[in-house]
């Protein structure tokens, strides 16, 4: 196993010749049989132990026997304790979910800390088919068939090319002491049901299963590149970058012979489940949505619109003094006195500083709002009317902002200037005001 090992790290993972490498080790059989595989070769490594303190006793003894190992070995030893029962409560998470959140937060923190390259997980090849098999129980993109991956960032799983039975086989050859986790035996998890109950079925009815498992694997790892380099040459046909927004043309967008599929490659990154709502917003009137936890995704017209979602206040107001020269949040704004003053289409405006009361404040329109547009003979117009002439998205109004001075509109930002500030032939001091993009 270690010559297997050995080629495989030469074939798969050669980065990680000459790294500092921190070993999660649990001191159950498969971080055990990859600490001293490690231990033999020719790496920098050090150990990683983490006490979840969900089983008593039986934890700190998991722990004590991880220390002596590294003792015995003159490994170096991380060790950290977590509340994790406290931690899933406060965070309303399940005690699995928790326990991955809290370890591989620490994981990363002590890549950073302790200047180490990559963490090394034992997961196995049956840990990968147990993955599948989840996933698909639940219903999944192609994605989620992909089983574990080998790199992750930081997190490198080298045993995944070893079968559990393998690991065992070298274990016991070799004398490897570990510790065995109780809840392992218990079927309350659903990994633990289709490892004692699925996947023991699927070996009687081929021994080769996991082999063959493996080589699909392969086969959808492939096909999911493939369909990510599509996805990538078709979005530059179909969306645009706005900003902070993806607009998507659904009149291209309509063209594609699979677009649910495309907008599901798109789409999936920014947090959205309610796939069955998102195709139907294709065809849907304009202004209905679609959110996940970040993200909204709006039907506007011709177009599909992805936004994160505002998370400023939308009664909150922002303070500018006197003398104030730039505005960093919630947008960026320059002020400055000048003599001459340019046309630089909206992204500028050019005012009668006497004419302005401070401190001025920026804030979200409202319904109601009204100004003097620049240009209109004095006349008086709904900023909500001045948003539908210029057929604005629901989500540019939402995200448009408005320059007040003593509850006047001085200027809404980046699209019209109010005609009572502007430069006359008797202004003296001249304020440029700059939307800085």
């Not at 065992?168 to 809840?183: G, T």
């Not at 919630?330 to 405006?349: C, G, H």
């Not at 547009?373 to 004095?378: A, E």
């Not at 009317?385 to 809404?412: P, R």
Request: negative net charge; contains cysteine; hydrophobic residues 40%.
């Amino acid at each position: 196993m270690l010559q297997k090992l050995q080629n495989h790290l030469h074939a798969n993972l050669p980065f990680l010749v000459g790294k500092k490498l921190l070993l999660a080790t649990s001191g159950g059989l498969d971080s055990m049989v990859m600490a001293d595989l490690f231990h033999q070769l020719d790496y920098e490594i050090a150990l990683a132990h983490c006490n979840f303190q969900l089983r008593g006793v039986e934890s700190f003894e998991d722990q004590n026997f991880v220390q002596d190992y590294a003792t015995q070995n003159e490994i170096r030893l991380f060790v950290t304790q977590f509340d994790t029962e406290a931690f899933a409560k406060d965070y309303k998470l399940s005690t699995q979910v928790a326990a991955r959140e809290l370890r591989y937060n620490w994981f990363y923190e002590l890549l950073e800390t302790e200047k180490y390259d990559y963490i090394l997980t034992a997961h196995h090849a049956d840990d990968s088919l147990e993955t599948f098999l989840i996933n698909l129980s639940r219903g999944t993109g192609l994605e989620g068939l992909d089983g574990i991956p080998m790199k992750n960032s930081q997190v490198i799983r080298p045993f995944l090319a070893f079968s559990r039975s393998e690991i065992l086989d070298y274990a016991v050859s070799h004398e490897i002491q570990w510790r065995e986790d109780s809840s392992n035996a218990s079927d309350k998890y659903l990994r633990n049901k289709i490892r004692h109950d699925v996947v023991p079925v699927l070996k009687e009815i081929n021994p080769d299963f996991l082999a063959a498992f493996q080589k699909t694997q392969t086969y959808l790892q492939e096909a999911t590149k493939m369909v990510e380099d599509a996805a990538i040459m078709v979005y530059h046909q179909v969306a645009k970058d706005e900003g902070d927004a993806i607009h998507f043309d659904l009149k291209q967008l309509m063209r594609l012979p699979n677009y649910r599929s495309y907008l599901y490659q798109w789409l999936n990154e920014f947090g959205f489940t309610s796939w069955g709502d998102i195709y139907d917003l294709v065809e849907a009137q304009s202004g209905k949505q679609v959110f996940s936890e970040s993200f909204r995704l709006l039907k506007d017209r011709g177009l599909l619109i992805v936004a994160p979602l505002s998370h400023i206040d939308r009664a909150k107001e922002f303070v500018i003094e006197q003398n104030q020269t730039e505005v960093n949040f919630p947008i960026k704004l320059a002020f400055r006195q000048v003599t001459d003053i340019s046309v630089e289409e909206n992204s500028a405006i050019f005012v009668d500083e006497d004419q302005l009361t401070f401190p001025l404040v920026l804030r979200r329109w409202q319904e109601g709002d009204s100004f003097f547009p620049l240009g209109m003979d004095g006349k008086s117009k709904k900023v909500s009317k001045l948003f539908k002439d210029l057929k604005l998205s629901l989500i540019e109004k939402e995200n448009s902002w408005l320059l007040c001075c003593a509850n006047q509109i001085v200027w809404v930002v980046g699209i019209r200037q109010d005609e009572r500030f502007k430069i006359t032939n008797t202004t003296q001091n001249r304020l440029q005001i700059a939307l800085i993009k």
